[in-house]
């Protein structure tokens, strides 16, 4: 007999932690190899994770809703096999102090008074904070109430994780009034009756981000209106053929996504985010798309270097991200490493919207319905009267990063890309 060490599995790229949500068998269970042995949470993909050895489960050595680190031993399972003895990091890996932290802080009841607090500034939202604060559910406004150790002021792993063994003092704290004397006031609403739904999982993350968002970066949004009657007209002669000769939908969006690609080249601040004090303007161009799930919820796949794929490439990653979305298949991978997201609010019949920005990204573009107006035509023979296929598309972007002369002027080439459609395009 010999023990085998299960550790966390790779995710995806970038993915340095995940959360259990599930173990699917307990100790003294039998599993076979590819049986599902427990489920995990990365951002907002859940995803099954196989066993990769048959045999005995002899430990467990983290529980439901623990935050665990990439390639972390996660169990102990008794093999017929020839497999390596755990190491001494898993023998001990029970009583670690991250697991002590969250199962102490599941124990301690929450403070009952409110305690003061002071903002903390300097609070940056690092990739491995976020993560950890949506899956306990800790808004950006609570972030910014704890103390950071780190390099002028900032927030560290440890301070969180300190933060949440702790109960989390500062959670319904009131501030400390400012010179102005102004308090965040503990307005006592009157919610109504009627059914009780709970709030799932993934609506609470999405909940928690858009709180994030709105609280980190200043939103400001900017609209233009968009011809695109000959984008419509060509989509309309050549949608059949192209179905036919390369088996791919052509939707509206990877359209969309090539006249974006072609805006940021153009306009590669609009493609960057904030860290600290300093700008990333990123070398690579990904298009996350919010997508809504059967469930109602919201979902980004992103469209890896779309700058560099042709109309077909383009045509076929996005009909690919759109199944597995809607057939819940999505891989980590594929919502991870967007850098400036678009969201077509013209599905559902709106004619704009004013989008919540995607962090840490400095900007998202809405696209509305596609709508037949009569609008005034510069002709040689004179101003005349035509229908024509009109969109609003509306840009929220983070004024931190973007000022409005910037913004105009990406909204304005993506509406000139979009207007400017070659309709002799060959497919």
């Known amino acids: ?17 995940a959360a259990i949500i599930k173990w699917f068998k307990g100790v003294g269970d039998t599993i076979e190899l590819d049986e599902i042995l427990l489920e995990v949470a990365t951002d907002k993909v859940d995803s099954e994770v196989p066993a990769t050895v048959s045999g005995e489960i002899v430990e467990l050595l983290y529980k439901p809703n623990d935050v665990v680190d990439i390639g972390e031993v996660i169990a102990i399972i008794r093999t017929n096999g020839e497999v390596p003895e755990p190491s001494s990091r898993a023998k001990k890996a029970k009583p670690t102090e991250k697991g002590k ?56 792993k440890s301070d969180i994780m300190n933060y ?41 993350m999405i909940a928690d981000h858009m709180v994030f ?23 309309n002669k050549v949608k059949s053929g192209f179905l036919k000769k390369y088996n791919e939908k052509l939707t509206f969006t990877p359209l969309f996504i090539e ?97 919540i920005i995607n962090q840490p990204e400095a900007a998202i573009l809405a696209t509305g319905i596609i709508k037949k107006k009569a609008e005034v035509m510069e002709r040689e023979d004179g101003d005349q009267i035509e229908i024509r296929q009109m969109m609003y598309l509306s840009l929220s972007f983070d004024h931190r990063i973007v000022d409005g002369y910037l913004a105009g002027s990406f909204l304005r080439r993506v509406a000139d890309e979009m207007e400017q459609f070659n309709q002799k395009r060959k497919i």
């Open 259 to 355: 006249c974006i690609a072609k805006a940021i080249k153009a306009f590669p601040m609009i493609n960057s985010s904030l860290d600290g004090k300093k700008i990333i303007v990123k070398d690579h161009i990904n298009i996350g798309m919010a997508t809504a799930l059967p469930s109602g919820n919201l979902i980004v796949p992103v469209v890896r270097n779309a700058d560099k794929l042709d109309l077909v490439s383009l045509a076929a990653a996005t009909n690919e991200l759109v199944v597995k979305a809607r057939d819940g298949k999505l891989a980590a991978d594929d919502t991870s490493g967007s850098t400036f997201t678009i969201s077509n609010v013209g599905t559902f019949g709106s004619l704009m919207g004013t989008p």
């Open 1 to 17: 007999m010999s023990q085998f060490e299960f550790k966390m599995p790779r995710m995806g790229e970038s993915i340095t932690q």
């Open 213 to 235: 968002s709105k609280h980190t970066s200043p939103h400001v949004t900017a609209y233009v209106e968009a011809d695109l009657t000959e984008m419509v007209n060509w989509r």
């Open 164 to 204: 949440l063994a702790e109960g989390r003092p500062f959670q319904f704290a009131q501030p400390v009034a400012d010179s102005s004397g102004f308090k965040v006031p503990d307005l006592q609403f009157d919610k109504g009756k009627g059914k009780i739904v709970e709030m799932d999982r993934m609506r609470q």
């Open 101 to 156: 932290a969250i199962s102490e802080r599941k124990r301690k009841p929450k403070p009952k008074t409110q305690t003061a607090f002071k903002v903390n500034e300097n609070v940056y939202i690092s990739p491995l904070i976020d993560s950890i604060a949506r899956t306990h559910h800790v808004s950006y406004e609570e972030l910014a109430r704890i103390p950071g150790t780190g390099k002028e002021g900032r927030l560290r």
